[in-house]
């Protein structure tokens, strides 16, 4: 954490805590800094006014219904539901004017309050209410008011859940019955991680194993979902040895962990365990964090001259973070101060208290249609693996979060060869590992062209690939999942950069899931299949071990 400040925090630190409990941790300060701004610039503008007033004049009969995935239904056709979907679009387009191309305004205000409009704006919408949505009315009239009434039922079960902070588990999916099901053992156990072997299940296996690191803010098992979805076990078939790393989640003892300590207790731990059972390359895949995580290591490896990475493959994951996409209007100052004040009363930030900002970036699919299913339609959404494993959170340890925000976030100092592993800076261009890297295209949480910036920071090769579906979805996406399709190219060390946009329109989609195609480039950097050899491992516990059910 930014230790200035610790000795003074005092009542500021209680205060944002219980303050924060009511704003899903977002800092009210800083958007009503945004709104300043914006309010002083647009009243100074008589231009923008004049644009304002006229367009508030015309017709709203021009708004195409259709183009909103709200009131794509055809009963939205009829009247009056199709003057009300009209009368919402034009207003969200006054509003989108009103909150764009200001003169003097700063940028990331303007984008601020733009967003903070469209969430009003989506609370509004004719489509959450009883009275102004066609189809819970047909719903209504066709069910004599029970969908209603289940609706309240669910709605008192999810406000008794909010009160007593008990998350709606899955009664049909748990962890070690039907996720995370995948044999395997608990080889290594530190303070931070335990470090888990699959057993192989062909005769012969490529010598450098798979080491897969996932992101501290999520269980491992999202990448050992099923039996059905599950990447680890889809490598392992393809002849490699896997392992993965399994994260503690941190309690009030670890709040002054470091991103220090998550290098070496973390990935460099499982890399020397590796090493120590007969390994001397091996391939290292990280998703999301841990994909930052894991080019921080990468980048320190190279710098050091180890050479023990035959490759790196970074999944969802952002190693530049001057164009986080609307994750990063939640990033500045004053949100870092008031998640450092309330992570000071505990020692961690828990999932909960970040949870408003990952829910605002898709308020229409995460709490609007969830408030239009579960409680106006009467329809509660099926028990899945993957809603059990959403559920399944985690906290961070305040001083890795506060510099992980810090320095990554509002720094930057990882794409700015700024950031110091053992109190050195370290710089990716030192990256002499061959890199595949996957985006997708729906990613919320890491937008695919801030992750294309990886190829202008790095001087190897690098194979970028970009799926369709989201940050989860695109990610576990299984041969023979319907309608997956994904792009692929590949830049050579001293190839000249090429802009997201224009690789985006050189290289078309293919059908299929990119799974298969990482498992060939694998291959082709791994030695000749080999009998496996008989090492004996002391065994900790079997899979998913321990820490997966803190």
């Known amino acids: 954490m930014n230790t ?12 944002h805590a219980t303050l924060g409990k009511f704003t899903g941790g977002l800092s009210p300060a800083a958007l009503a800094t945004a709104y300043v701004d914006w309010g002083l610039h647009l009243m100074g503008s008589p231009d923008k006014q004049s644009q304002l007033f006229k367009q508030a004049l015309t017709t709203k009969t021009a708004q195409d219904v259709k183009s909103d995935p709200r009131f794509a239904d055809p009963a939205w056709d009829r009247f009056p539901f199709k003057v009300y979907a009209q009368g919402f679009l034009a207003t969200q387009n006054w509003w989108g004017t009103a909150t764009t191309n200001i003169n003097g305004v700063d940028p990331k205000h303007a984008q601020m309050v733009n967003f903070a409009a469209r969430q009003w704006l989506d609370m509004m919408s004719p489509s959450n209410f009883a009275a102004t949505n066609p189809q819970v009315q047909m719903r209504t009239q066709a069910e004599g008011g029970q969908n209603l009434m289940r609706g309240a039922r669910y709605w008192i079960e999810d406000f008794n859940r909010l009160l007593t902070k008990q998350p709606r588990k899955s009664l049909r999916f748990s962890v070690g019955q039907e996720l995370a099901t995948t044999p395997g053992d608990v080889v290594l156990r530190n303070d931070l991680i335990e470090l888990i072997r699959y057993h192989p299940t062909t005769a012969k296996v490529h010598p450098e194993p798979v080491l897969i690191v996932p992101a501290w803010i999520m269980k491992y098992y999202i990448l050992d979902l099923t039996a059905q979805q599950s990447l680890v076990a889809y ?77 790196v493959s970074l999944l969802a994951s952002q190693v530049d973070f001057s164009e986080p996409g609307e994750l990063g209007l939640f990033i500045n100052e004053s949100q870092v101060t008031f998640l450092e004040d309330m992570m000071a009363t505990r020692g961690y930030l828990k999932a909960d208290q970040m949870a408003g900002a990952f829910q605002l970036l898709r308020s229409n699919d995460l709490i609007w249609s969830r408030v239009i299913r579960h409680y106006l339609l009467g329809e509660r959404t099926p028990d899945n693996p993957l809603l059990a494993w959403n559920a399944d959170t985690t906290r961070m340890p305040a001083r890795m979060h506060s510099q992980y925000l810090r320095r990554l976030f509002l720094g930057n100092d990882l794409a700015k ?21 996957v985006a997708t295209e729906a990613d919320h949480v890491s937008p695919w062209r801030s992750v294309f910036r990886l190829s202008l920071l790095t001087d190897t090769d690098v194979t970028f690939v970009l799926t369709n579906g989201g940050h989860n979805g695109g990610i576990l996406s299984e041969p023979g999942h319907a309608g997956r399709h ?65």
């Open 4 to 15: 200035d400040r610790d000795e003074t925090r005092g009542l500021d630190a209680q205060w």
């Open 235 to 311: 490598l392992r078939d393809q002849g490699f040895e896997v392992f993965i790393m399994s994260w503690k989640n941190p309690e009030e003892d670890d709040a002054n962990l470091s991103m220090q300590d998550y290098v070496d207790l973390g990935v460099r731990a499982a890399i020397a365990k590796i090493k120590e059972l007969g390994h001397t390359h091996l391939h290292a895949a990280g998703y999301c964090l841990g994909g930052t995580l894991l080019a921080i290591v990468a980048a320190a490896m190279a710098r050091d001259r180890d050479d023990s990475l035959a490759s």
């Open 417 to 437: 060869g700024r950031f110091r592993v053992d109190g050195t800076a370290i710089a990716l261009s030192d990256i002499r590992a061959k890199v595949y890297c």
């Open 486 to 550: 994904f792009r692929c190219g590949h830049k050579d060390e001293g190839d000249a950069h090429i802009t997201a946009t224009d690789w985006l329109d050189g290289h078309h989609p293919q059908d299929g899931s990119w799974w298969p195609h990482w498992a060939q480039w694998l291959k082709k950097r791994s030695g000749p299949v080999q009998i496996l050899r008989s090492t004996h491992l002391d065994a900790l516990d079997a899979a998913p071990g321990r820490y997966v059910f803190g």
